[in-house]
């Protein structure tokens, strides 16, 4: 279980910035990079992965509206979550099946559409230690050159992020089971079968 201050340290560390920060709110040059990019560098950092911690599903809801058929080949419209960082999938609709413009999810499946979705999880105690670690790098290559200027190796440190984010999708993605079974049987039912139940229409990953 992560703490701000540790990943904070962390980070710090990883830009080669002498003695520990006690808080965000330290009067140094290394705290203040890291308190001015802290939100936005975080929810860029869920968006980068699929992690189980900041994963959300449920029904989308259906906008009255319905795509022009003239400038779309679909016939249907549903509202992106407003809390998702990202869209993941639509379940049980093929990839080239919807498109998400405009805070709308166009679609000619059909309600009801149910989704998963990434959030903004603000609070460290909450994350993954492994995301952690590579929110961590990911703060060290943003604000680095805000405190050193172009002294900064720039390319080493995204280059660090990208590393610690490959591991941390793979140490992710094994905590999951396998869910294809209770996703075919969701397809089935979006092809008129009998398997479908409404308050589940899911498997657990």
Not at 126 to 142: E, G, H, I, M, P
Not at 146 to 170: H, M, N
């Amino acid at each position: 279980m992560a703490t701000e201050i540790e990943v904070a340290n962390a980070a710090a560390v990883h830009m080669g910035a002498p003695g520990r920060l006690t808080s965000l709110n330290d009067d140094r040059p290394v705290a203040r990079a890291l308190a001015s990019i802290w939100t936005l560098a975080r929810r860029t950092a869920i968006r980068d992965g699929t992690w189980n911690f900041a994963r959300r599903r449920g029904p989308l809801a259906q906008l009255a509206d319905v795509p022009a058929p003239e400038i779309y080949p679909y016939t249907v419209a549903f509202r992106e979550p407003a809390e998702s960082v990202r869209l993941l999938e639509i379940m049980g609709v093929g990839r080239d099946a919807y498109a998400l413009e405009g805070g709308r999810i166009l679609c000619s499946a059909g309600a009801p559409l149910y989704a998963r979705w990434l959030v903004d999880v603000p609070e460290p105690a909450d994350w993954d230690d492994s995301f952690a670690t590579a929110f961590a790098r990911c703060l060290a290559w943003q604000a680095g050159p805000k405190v050193y200027g172009g002294d900064f190796d720039v390319t080493s440190a995204e280059r660090a992020y990208r590393l610690a984010l490959t591991r941390a999708k793979g140490t992710s993605a094994k905590e999951n089971p396998t869910i294809g079974q209770d996703e075919s049987s969701w397809i089935t039912a979006r092809l008129g079968g009998s398997n479908y139940t409404a308050e589940a229409p899911w498997g657990q990953g």
